[in-house]
């Protein structure tokens, strides 16, 4: 999972294909509706950051169609390995990282989804194909009232690769890094909608 070298094409399709075999393997931390209720348990950390991105319906839209084209991720360090993949429960995303000069593929399982005029959102959960153990949140609302449209990630996480667990101060800084970044690229694929 951790890696010196980029994988090749052929490598990301078979650990995609070994990642749909696997299992979610973190136990229920988060709900999409109300991401985690009470405290996280011993051991995982929780991570939020909301942000507005934009205002009226036609930024919700913009937003919208960046969230499925998985922009949230396009971040230049990071990226989705299968960007065809659909925001859909039961589905497996990949998304690859360079951080300290190390390769990583990580893979997840889609546990739900909501999509309502309103709001679009997903919430992943690891699988053993995963350095980390744990779940996550995306999220875009829109507020008719005052016409924000806002973007929030959560999530419940704790390392499980060796190296994750050695390197804690620097998994912990890629993943405010990841947050940082992937609110700015949501900003940018609105505005410049």
Known sequence: MLRPLRASEDRKRELLAA??????SSPRLLTLANGLTGTPPKGFVRDFSRSEIGRGLQA?????????????????????????????????????ARTLCLWSIN???????????????????????????GQERFVIDFDPASESVSY???????????LARVGYPFSRAAQHRFARDSHARMRRSVLGH
């Open 60 to 96: 919700f839209v913009a937003a919208r169609e960046a969230f499925q084209r998985w922009e949230q991720f396009n971040l230049g360090w990071v990226q989705v390995v299968n960007p065809s993949v659909e925001i859909a429960a039961g589905e497996v995303v990949g998304v690859e």
């Open 107 to 133: 893979f997840s399982r889609v546990s739900e989804v909501e999509d309502t005029p309103t709001r679009l959102g997903f919430m992943y959960t690891t699988t053993a194909l995963h350095v980390e153990e």
């Open 152 to 162: 929030f990630i959560e999530a419940v996480s704790r390392p499980r690769h060796l």
């Open 19 to 24: 990642a749909r075999e696997a299992s979610p």
